[in-house]
């Protein structure tokens, strides 16, 4: 079945460790997404891709990186430069052009990293 | 400024009542999307429907019913009859028609279920 996986599903990191957290998918979709969410909050976005090799800041980008270099994947480093790490962080794909050309769904998303720290 | 309220933090009510979640808006588009999505203890989000600004019907699908009115900016979710496994965040969102269709997401709101 299609669908956007996330792993590993718990990650702990130690201080002053890079750690990169995987999402792949096989649905096609051009456009690819990363958010963190905290406790008893909403989903905020990290970075975003809307096509291979290029990639966007979102709204709290600092202490993150991306890479696209594949469509398939996009995968999050969490880097020492990010004092505050500890979060579920999720994964997300859409397809062309969103929902304006009537994919009924916008957002497709992965089961989540929960991160932590030691 | 466009901007999903979900001013309702947690609600908790006793199996097989009737809940409301509510959702308000703000946006400058005269064309958007808005969004239900349920996140449950396990942590994954499951989409759950999408409305188009210029479909004003209400929408039903079994014990679920959203309410949608332009002229209040409201999408609200009903459950009627709630289940223990309704429990969830359910969140509310908008999609951004000048960014990408990136979504704006509303704070999420708890509901407990209890038997």
């Known amino acids: 079945d299609g669908g956007i996986t996330q792993s590993p599903k718990y990650l702990f990191r130690k201080e002053g460790q890079n750690v990169t957290l995987s999402c792949e998918q096989n649905?096609?979709?051009?456009?690819m997404y990363w958010y963190r969410q905290d406790p008893g909050q909403g989903l905020r976005l990290i970075y975003y891709?809307?096509?291979?090799?290029?990639?966007q800041k979102g709204d709290i980008a600092e202490g993150y990186s991306v890479s696209r270099e594949k469509k398939e994947s996009f995968p999050l480093t969490v880097t020492s430069a990010q004092k505050n790490p500890t979060a579920f962080y999720l994964c997300?794909?859409?397809?062309?052009?969103?929902?304006?050309?009537?994919?009924?769904?916008?957002?497709?998303f992965g089961d989540g990293t929960r991160l932590s720290i030691l | 400024a466009q901007k999903v309220t979900q001013a309702q933090t947690e609600i908790s009510v006793v199996e097989k009542e009737d809940v409301t979640l509510d959702c308000v808006y703000e946006?400058?588009?005269?064309?958007?999307?808005l969004f239900w999505y349920k996140q449950p203890p396990s942590g994954e989000l499951v989409f759950l429907i999408r409305r188009n600004s210029f479909d004003e019907q209400n929408e039903i699908s079994g014990r679920y019913s959203w309410n949608f009115q332009k002229s209040t900016s409201s999408f609200n979710f009903t459950i009627t009859a709630s289940q223990v496994v309704d429990s969830a965040v359910y969140f509310c969102a908008l999609i951004r028609m000048d960014s990408n269709y990136q979504l704006i997401w509303g704070a999420g709101t708890k509901l407990i279920i209890k038997p």
């Open positions: 891709s809307q096509i291979v090799n290029d990639f």
């Open positions: 649905l096609n979709h051009d456009a």
């Open positions: 997300a794909s859409s397809p062309p052009e969103g929902a304006r050309h009537g994919s009924n769904q916008p957002q497709h």
């Open positions: 946006t400058r588009d005269t064309t958007y999307y």
